[in-house]
Structures are given as structure tokens and as C-alpha cells.
């Protein structure tokens, strides 16, 4: 990750909740301790943000503290081909007539272009996505009661009586912060609350993520490999990582861009 992509990184995190530690920029970035340590020190020179033991802080502290992980905005310029790619693959498994959940992400918002041909009963958490199909697609689109964090641009309920559980779908798809031995992980908490609801709505659970994933870790895990039906990624998957997939019993198909294919597993 290039140095001003970092800082964009570094002050969105900011903006999220009231202190950012190294550790936690390291995550978001991929980056070492010393380069977030020279980078925060460079921000903090530019007035940018504030340099506090261990981490940095907003010159302006947000009032409202958002999701953890990066924001919308940061994630959806990563990695956008591979990222094409593994949604078109998601598209096909879809037939017409179908109900399927899609959850907010920004891989799986590249799922919108090719659904804009296709009749479907779409329900999403989504605030971006529902707003693209509606304006360029025929597909019918629920969404779920709540309010919208602004910088994941997604829709969170905390009520267990809302929409959601009158919803049937034939297949959830859903990225996620990592995928690892342990399962399905996610950063932030409220993400995981509003996500295990989702998923007990739909027969098959599709994980879209790109082969960048497999190295990534975080704290909290959603659920066990055994959960994942199928799991979507690009062709840079790791061999350790297919042959993790394909102990668990998990359909794995690799999307190089343009085409996709099944890996047996």
C-alpha cells in the first residue's frame, strides 16, 4: 500500500472512533509498526491528526463512533478487478425468480452491474446497493429497518423483530474482514450481530472474498469454516488456503477476471 493510500487510511480510522492504536493500523494496512509510526508522525507534522501514546486521535474528535475497519470509500478503490471478477461468479450462480440476501460490503457491491440484467428479490443491508439496483435494475429490493453508518454505508438494526426475520433467500453472499483456519471473521461486533441474523434466513451461505483475505486476521470470528458453502476468490489464492478450504468441504471457485471457474473441493 503506497504512502498516501495509508494516510487515507490512517485519518479514516480516526474519524471512526475516538483513539486508533498502532496495532489496529497495522491491521487496516498491512503495513509494519515503524511505517505507521513514521506516518503517524508525518500526519501529526501536517496538523492532520493528533500523535498520543501508542496510537493518534482526531483533531476533532467525532462525535459518533462508527464501525471498525476501514470505511467504504478506502475499500472500494482496493484490488476492483479481482473484485469484478468474484461478483460476476457470484451473479451466476443466480437464477431469476430467485430471492437472495445480499449483504453490505464493497465486493459484493460489484455484484449491481451484472444483476442490473436480472430479475431477482433482492433484500441488503446495503444503503449503495439498494440504491443501484433501484435506479438500474428491475430487480425487487427490501431493506432492513435501522440506521445507516455512513462510512461502511451500511444499515444496522438493533431490534430482533424487524424485516429481516420475515425474509426466506435461497443464498446469502457476504464478504468479510478474513478468512483463516478458525472460520469467518469480521471487525466489529454490531457487524457480527447483524450478520448471524442474516444468515439464518438463507439455505446457502457464499462468502465473496479476494485472495488477499486468507492473510488477513482479526479478533472476532462470525463462524466456522463448516458454515461456508461456497466461497468465491480470485486466482491468487494461496495453495495453503485451497487446501484449507478443501478439507472443510467448501466449494471454492476461483474467478480470474473475466471468467470464472471451479476448483473441486
Do not use: W
Amino acid at each position: 500500500m503506497h504512502e498516501s493510500e495509508r494516510h487515507r487510511v490512517i485519518l479514516s480510522a480516526v474519524q471512526d472512533r475516538p483513539v486508533v492504536t498502532v496495532p489496529d493500523l497495522c491491521g487496516l494496512t498491512g503495513v509494519s509498526e515503524a511505517t505507521i509510526r513514521r506516518d503517524i508522525a508525518t500526519l501529526h507534522v501536517q496538523k492532520k491528526l493528533r500523535r498520543v501514546r501508542g496510537g493518534a486521535e482526531a483533531i476533532a474528535p467525532p462525535q459518533f463512533v462508527g464501525l471498525a475497519g476501514r470505511t467504504f470509500a478506502v475499500n472500494e478503490t482496493i484490488r476492483i478487478h479481482e473484485k469484478q471478477a468474484i461478483a460476476r461468479a457470484a451473479v451466476d450462480l443466480c437464477e431469476d425468480g430467485e430471492s437472495i440476501i445480499v449483504n453490505g460490503g464493497t465486493t459484493t457491491f460489484q455484484m449491481v452491474h451484472p444483476l442490473a440484467t436480472r430479475r431477482l428479490q433482492v433484500f441488503t443491508n446495503s444503503f449503495p446497493i439498494a440504491e443501484h439496483l433501484l435506479k438500474h435494475s428491475k430487480n425487487t429490493v427490501m431493506l432492513p429497518g435501522g440506521a445507516i453508518y455512513r462510512e461502511q454505508n451500511i444499515i444496522l438494526s438493533p431490534f430482533e423483530n424487524d424485516v429481516t426475520r420475515n425474509f426466506y433467500a435461497r443464498r446469502m453472499f457476504m464478504g468479510a474482514q478474513g478468512l483463516g483456519p478458525l472460520g469467518l471473521m469480521e471487525a466489529d461486533p454490531l457487524l457480527i450481530q447483524a450478520e448471524e441474523k442474516l444468515m439464518g434466513r438463507a439455505d446457502e451461505l457464499v462468502v465473496l472474498v479476494d485472495s488477499s483475505k486468507f492473510g488477513t486476521r482479526s479478533s472476532l470470528v462470525l463462524c466456522p469454516l463448516d458454515r461456508i458453502d461456497t466461497v468465491i476468490t480470485d486466482d491468487g489464492i494461496p495453495d495453503r488456503a485451497a487446501a484449507m478450504l478443501e478439507a472443510a468441504e467448501v466449494r471454492v471457485i476461483v474467478a480470474p477476471v473475466g471468467r470464472a471457474e471451479t476448483r473441486s473441493g
